[in-house]
């Protein structure tokens, strides 16, 4: 219920404050940025980013577009943000967003919303992107991308979104923004014709430090400047991170290489091969004496007009002379810079010198050391094992005596009952003698019995055949010569 109330107050308070700030999460369906196309040359965006986690963000406030931004929710930092510049700010006031679709793409939130107003309304909220929380008492800042003191007071709301910003130190961010503001005023804006034809990229390079484990801490900050007016010309900066006061310019394909494989920033580079050689030098000196701290006069046609004409001559005069001791200036510092990188460079050969001398020497004592240890561990291993190997051959060699013994014994006794068999059997064989003979006694009386029994038998059965054969004879020879009637009396 409490966050029912929550969203209908603050829908409430979308319809009754139109300049309400709005970033709108681009769909895969949608070409480039969608409306914020007219952010980027021919409103061609950079090709190259196309990993998952890349997520295209629209910013807009009163319902117009005001910057592109692409978010990577891996690294949960922007890669860029694209913008234009609009006018100094005056004063800045700081009301952090977040983006509620990134990480609750069901949300019907489709604006920014302050985070500490978001409530219970999103889900999974700070799951892919970085929230105030992952920067106190981590000894970061909330580093804009796109400074808002590049942009008008009722457009500032829009750049303080935590979409915007990297982890940067306040001392890296006060010089960031400071470089970045001077550059775009005192040397990109004078040297385009046409204001609104300056494009803008403001970019970081992840690295693998993590604020808390969550937020990538920037290896470097870059800025490329496109000017596609008809003398159309381009520049790249980059800023180191672990150098606050490093600002190295390059052009716009050198700076290309440094980011992903295959990323162009600007469509056809932004005709860096026909760009006026003239207006990318003069850019580059004034941005030479920002880099130096030298003050570099500002062209403002607008100022000039409603300034007094003999003020305006003072001060054409004033700015004719600096620029005069700028470029007279410009060799002594150059021979400056010169010496200072030969003192540098030599001071960091010597360095290097004495740090191959250590490492060598020290090299040299570890692995000397290293070579003894692994003698003695050899020397010790070796002992070790002849002093183990002691017992075991003793103990073999007693166990082989034991055996040997055995089989003395066990031969003695082989002979011994083959010695003593023979006389042996032969005295039992002579024992058992009478005890065969007198059991034989029975089995011979009877077999006697059996032959005197068989002969008076046979001579019975010889006597009775003898009979019968008389018997049959006579009864043969009656038949055959007695009548037949005397016979049957």
């Known amino acids: 219920e409490w966050t029912m109330k929550t969203s209908i107050v603050f829908l409430l308070c979308i319809s009754v404050f139109p300049g309400f700030s709005q970033g709108r999460v681009v769909r895969e369906d949608e070409t480039g940025f969608a409306e914020c196309n007219v952010f980027f040359p021919g409103q061609v965006p950079p090709e190259g980013f196309t990993e998952p986690f890349h997520v295209k963000i629209c910013q807009q406030y009163n319902k117009e577009p005001r910057f592109a931004t692409l978010y990577s929710t891996k690294d949960k930092i922007p890669l860029y943000s694209a913008f234009k510049f609009t006018k100094p700010a005056q004063s800045e006031e700081e009301n952090w967003l977040v983006e509620p679709q990134i990480d609750d793409p069901e949300n019907d939130l489709e604006e920014m919303v302050r985070e500490a107003d978001i409530g219970g309304t999103v889900a999974n909220l700070g799951t892919n992107q970085a929230l105030t929380s992952d920067y106190v008492d981590s000894g970061y800042e909330r580093g804009l991308l796109n400074p808002s003191l590049l942009n008008e007071e009722d457009f500032q709301v829009a750049t303080y979104t935590l979409t915007n910003a990297v982890p940067l130190s306040p001392a890296l961010s006060k010089s960031w923004h400071r470089d970045i503001g001077k550059v775009v005023e005192q040397a990109l804006i004078p040297h385009c014709s046409k204001m609104d034809h300056l494009y ?117 005069t004033s700015g004719w002379m600096r620029r005069v001791a700028g470029i007279i200036a410009t060799p002594f510092i150059k021979l400056l810079e010169l010496i200072i990188y030969i003192f540098v460079e030599l001071v960091k050969s010597v360095f290097y010198f004495l740090w191959l001398v250590v490492k060598r020497v020290v090299g040299t004592i570890l692995d000397g050391v290293y070579s003894l240890w692994n003698g003695m561990v050899s020397y010790l ?45 032969f005295v039992l064989h002579l024992a058992a003698f009478p005890y065969h003979t007198i059991c034989a006694i029975p089995s011979v009386l009877k077999d006697v019995a059996t032959g005197i029994g068989g002969t008076f038998l046979l001579v019975i059965d010889a006597t009775a055949a003898v009979l019968h054969s008389f018997y049959f004879l006579a009864s043969h020879i009656i038949k055959r010569f007695v009548p037949k009637g005397s016979s049957d009396d």
């Open 200 to 316: 803008l990229l403001a970019g970081a390079i992840p690295s693998s430090v993590q604020v808390k484990g969550k937020v990538s801490v920037p290896a470097s900050l870059w800025l490329a400047a496109c000017c596609d007016a008809p003398e159309g010309w381009s520049l790249g900066l980059v800023k180191k991170v672990n150098d606050e006061n490093s600002l190295a310019d390059l052009t716009v394909s050198e700076l290309e290489k440094q980011l992903l494989p295959g990323v162009h920033l600007f469509k056809g580079n932004c005709g860096e091969d026909k760009q006026s050689q003239e207006k990318r030098e003069a850019v580059l000196q004034v941005v030479s004496q920002i880099r130096s701290g030298e003050q570099v006069g500002k062209n403002n046609d607008q100022e000039t007009k409603d300034q007094p004409v003999g003020e305006s001559n003072n001060q054409e």
């Open 381 to 425: 291993k070796a002992v070790s094992m002849v002093l183990i190997s002691i017992p075991y051959d003793v103990g073999r060699v007693i166990i082989n005596i034991f055996l040997g013994f055995l089989q003395i014994v066990r031969d003695v006794l082989s002979l011994t009952y083959r010695i003593l068999s023979i006389p042996v059997g």
